[in-house]
């Protein structure tokens, strides 16, 4: 219990292979980065764990307080008895940095919280918690006028968890030697220590062999990992205001930084790996699931938008992703596939006047968009690279233009114009109509409810068709055209034939998001397909999606556009600022995880060069 | 050291089995005015190994290009087993010619396995349903392709580092991975373009063998290098490339022999010949050289030492 380092720091974990290593070696190397544990501040070890553990412990109870005097902040944060809106965010963060905090100190029943046994995630906690809790008061202050507006619950809870993260400074992490930075001058060194303090020194601590559990152990463990996913998913689109939701995003982005440090995603990785099947199937569960969860049909809208542009973002991601091909204008494949079912729907607005059963509907949007898919790609992807880019820009506002030309003015009447087409009726498939409420079996569907579980389907397909085509004799000529165009052709691959297979395929997924968006929006306009603009599915943002996301990987882009929906829905105030404040995160994250939020393993090894060179795309045996 | 060996199950094509498998007839190069290949012949038969040498800047990599189809040539003709090639360099290696790079061109950020699955293009045909779709016949031919691969890597030693990424293996095992990538798509003819170079004198004599190993089973093998030792002892016989035209070809012994050889190479000596002084002076320089080159190539050889 009083040991300064809880577990050996193991100079090259996958090199060496055996997770329990001994080697104590401290600093150690590896290569240029000289790894020492030690901590932040100069604490004795005992003191420090018992300021994080009291500062923790009080924090908590802070919550309990009452933080300001009106409820004109929302949340309701006056009452002294039970925490209420963004305090229970500080109670979540407290009580997770108190059992991490327990867990590295092997605190039995909490020990699997922590396999790596690294205080690094004790640490991100502590900061989490402190950020929320801070947020917190300053927009109470920022809102109300004054800091007088804070109650002394408030100042307990800011100055408690400022008492837990010193403690937790004072906690030995793994981190980089002083010595490895270049020297400067004094801002450059401040910076140094605040990467030194903020990055792992491994991007994989060694992990100890887990315990043999059951298979349906296993499984449950799985289960229990993806209904705590759904409530996360729930909370953070139910979230009523917008400081409820960056509150929720701080504590989250820094929760999910230190589960990541303490081993458990690793392992949970693993388990999900041993059981694919079993994963999907709870992955879909609690996906389909959600709208069930609510009462109101105003957060299954923003669901189901959010599967609509998280599957055009998967479509993109086998152009941009797998073959290397930036797309500008891919928002214009969603817009034909709108366009085509709503022309079909029967709508009163619509030149065509026919109405086509939502199969056929889905089938002739599909097909719209692999043909124009194939007339904008023959001639384009003769083009590499920024040529590309600049002339996929141009043909994606094209369609825009012409869209909106389409009058019976400027050109044949076709799409009404600027003024699109609006009263796309509901959807009838097999009798049932999505337009009304469905009350089966106790359970009540709401009509976006009924939209949500189409397009999930449809989410499903998109996912299906990315993961199947990736893992084929396709999708490696796509990944060879993508890393080597000419080495590519010399090993017998009909380059524009694949480019225009990958291009043809991307638009036709685009196309069949784009039917059910037209009956979700009900209306399709031509502003609705732009390359920049602040509602979500423009060309800009799906790529944005894919980047932020991960390229090349499934969960990159459904989380990637998960986000970039969320955070422009929930925070309004931000409304002026969005684009520069979405500018800045993107150079921010290209500067510091240019291979996106959940990169595939391939990518962690192509930016982050001085990963062991070992390491190897099956199984490492530090995780087996 | 490669002991499998396998007989290529190359694609029916007209001719005899000894039916020429590259017939080059006039390849003429002109890149605006500049003429880099002038009206070359070659003709390589089946189990031959032909090397193809010549001073800096002479023509050998444009020429590879022309017959792989990365060029178009200005005139000439390339043909395989008596059919001319179109010059489309998918079409090239699906016909049965296939290459390495002179700076090595793998797919750096794919493993080393799918390095080799992507060689087999060619000789797979399952599309884009078929992957979606996943029926038994998909999943026989990913399993044969992987077996094949697999063979590949173990004839070439790299079976054991099958799921590393290609970037990360040694600069000697990546010119061998890309030997056995452009094996997979089961050549009749294999063209080399200096799969030495950078190397030490270890490796380079491990490639020797691995050459000799792919002529006996059955594929023709056509090499450009300017290790001259490398060339002599492996090549039955030898074309030497001159400011793009071809000078002479022969067996090793009469190409050494050849004075305009030596002239393209070293220059023409002086009206009257070096005196005895001269030729001492020489020798000594030579000598010393040849210490110094010993010297250094016995250190180790990374990637970045290539050329």
């Known amino acids: 219990m009083t040991t300064m380092t809880p577990h050996p720091t193991n100079p090259d974990p996958a090199a060496s292979g055996t997770p329990t290593d001994p080697s104590a070696t401290n600093p150690s190397a590896t290569g240029n980065n000289r790894i020492e544990t030690t901590p932040v501040l100069p604490l004795p070890p005992r003191a420090a764990r018992l300021l994080t553990g009291l500062g923790a412990l009080l924090s908590a109870a802070a919550t309990f307080l009452s933080w300001t005097w009106t409820t004109a902040f929302p949340g309701n944060l006056t009452v002294t008895g039970y925490p209420g809106g963004l305090q229970l965010l500080t109670l979540t963060g407290a009580l997770l940095t108190l059992a991490h905090l327990l867990a590295t100190h092997h605190t039995p029943g909490l020990r699997w919280l922590n396999p790596t046994g690294s205080h690094h995630a004790t640490l991100l906690l502590a900061a989490g918690t402190l950020a929320t809790t801070w947020y917190t008061l300053i927009a109470i202050a920022a809102q109300l006028g004054g800091l007088a507006n804070l109650e002394p619950g408030g100042w307990i809870a800011a100055l408690t968890t400022l008492l837990a993260l010193t403690g937790a400074l004072g906690l030995p992490i793994d981190r980089r030697t002083a010595g490895s930075y270049p020297p400067g001058n004094r801002l450059a060194t401040a910076l140094h220590t605040i990467d030194r303090t903020v990055r792992p020194g491994h991007t994989t601590r060694p992990l100890p062999t887990p315990r043999a559990l059951p298979a349906w152990a296993e499984i449950l463990v799985i289960a229990a990992a993806f209904g705590l996913a759904l409530c996360l998913a729930t909370y953070g689109i139910g979230t009523a205001y917008g400081e409820l939701f960056t509150g929720f995003l701080l504590l989250t982005g820094f929760a999910a930084l230190a589960l990541r440090s303490s081993g458990i995603i690793t392992r949970l990785t693993t388990l999900t790996r041993k059981h694919r099947t079993i994963t999907i199937t709870a992955a879909f569960v609690s996906a389909a699931v959600f709208p069930l969860t609510q009462s109101t049909d105003q957060y299954t809208l923003i669901a189901v938008n959010i599967l609509i542009f998280s599957t055009v973002a998967l479509g993109l991601n086998v152009v941009v992703g797998l073959a290397g091909l930036l797309d500008l204008g891919y928002v214009a494949f969603l817009g034909v596939g709108a366009y085509t079912a709503a022309l079909v729907s029967g709508s009163t607005a619509s030149t065509l006047g026919v109405r086509f059963p939502f199969w056929a509907a889905l089938l002739t949007g599909a097909a719209a968009s692999l043909v124009f898919g194939i007339v904008i790609g023959a001639p384009t992807l003769r083009l590499r690279g920024d040529y590309l880019a600049i002339v996929t820009l141009g043909f994606g506002e094209i369609f825009r233009l012409t869209v909106g030309n389409l009058n019976g003015e400027l050109g044949p009447s076709v799409t009404n114009g600027p003024n699109g087409i609006p009263n796309i009726p509901d959807l009838i498939l097999f009798g049932y109509r999505f337009g009304t409420t469905h009350h089966l079996a106790g359970i009540t569907i709401s009509p976006f409810a009924n939209y949500y579980l189409l397009m999930l389907l449809i989410t499903v397909l998109v996912v299906l068709v990315f993961s199947r085509a990736e893992n084929s004799r396709i999708g490696r000529a796509w990944i060879a055209i993508r890393e080597d165009e000419t080495a590519a052709t010399a090993m017998g691959i009909n380059g524009f034939r694949l480019k225009l297979l990958a291009f043809a395929l991307g638009a036709t997924l685009a196309g069949l998001a784009g039917t059910v968006q037209a009956h979700v929006t009900s209306t399709v306009v031509p502003e609705q397909y732009v390359f920049a603009g602040p509602v979500p599915p423009n060309s800009a943002f799906l790529l944005a999606a894919v980047i932020l996301g991960g390229m090349g990987t499934i969960r990159g882009p459904l989380v990637g556009a998960a986000l970039l929906y969320l955070i422009p829905a929930k925070l309004q105030f931000l409304h002026d600022y969005q684009l520069l404040a979405f500018g800045a995160a993107l150079i921010l994250l290209m500067r510091f995880r240019p291979e996106g939020l959940i990169p595939s393993r391939r990518q962690q090894l192509e930016f982050h060069e001085d990963s062991p060179p070992t390491t190897t795309l099956g199984i490492t045996k530090a995780e087996a | ?307």
């Open chain 2, 1 to 307: 050291m490669p002991t499998t060996h396998h007989a290529p199950a190359t694609p029916a094509t007209p001719g005899t089995p000894d039916t020429p498998v590259l017939t080059a007839t006039g390849v003429t190069m002109r890149f605006g005015g500049l003429t880099a290949v002038h009206a070359v012949d070659l003709t390589v038969h089946p189990n031959e190994i032909v090397g193809l040498i010549g001073p800096n800047g002479a023509g050998k990599t444009t020429f590879f290009n022309c017959l792989t189809g990365l060029y178009r040539p200005t005139e000439g003709t390339v043909a395989y087993r008596n059919t001319v090639l179109p010059p489309k360099p998918h079409l090239v290696t699906r016909a049965g010619i296939a290459r390495t790079f002179q700076n090595i061109r793998l797919f750096a950020n794919m493993t080393v396995l799918e390095n080799v699955l992507v060689g087999r293009h060619t000789r797979t045909h399952e599309g884009l349903f078929a992957a979606l779709l996943r029926g038994p016949r998909f999943h026989r031919a990913e399993t044969e392709s992987t077996r094949r691969a697999m063979e590949l890597l173990a004839f070439t030693g790299l079976d054991r580092k099958a799921e590393q990424l290609a970037r990360n293996l040694p600069y000697g095992e990546q010119r061998k991975l890309e030997i056995a990538r452009a094996l997979a798509s089961d050549p009749g003819l294999l063209l080399l373009d200096e799969p030495t170079a950078g190397m030490n004198p270890q490796e380079t004599r491990t490639t020797e063998t691995l050459v000799h190993a792919i002529r006996d089973q059955g594929t023709a093998v056509l090499v450009i290098e300017h290790d001259m030792r490398f060339i002599f002892n492996l090549c039955d016989r030898v074309a030497v490339l001159v400011q793009g035209e071809k000078l002479v070809e022969g067996t090793s012994e009469t190409v050494q022999a050849d004075e305009r050889v030596i002239a393209a190479y070293l220059g023409t000596p002086f009206d009257d010949a070096p005196g005895q002084e001269e030729i001492a002076e020489v020798e000594a320089a030579e000598a010393q050289a040849d210490a110094t080159r010993a010297g250094t190539e016995t250190g180790e050889t990374g990637p970045e030492e290539e050329r």
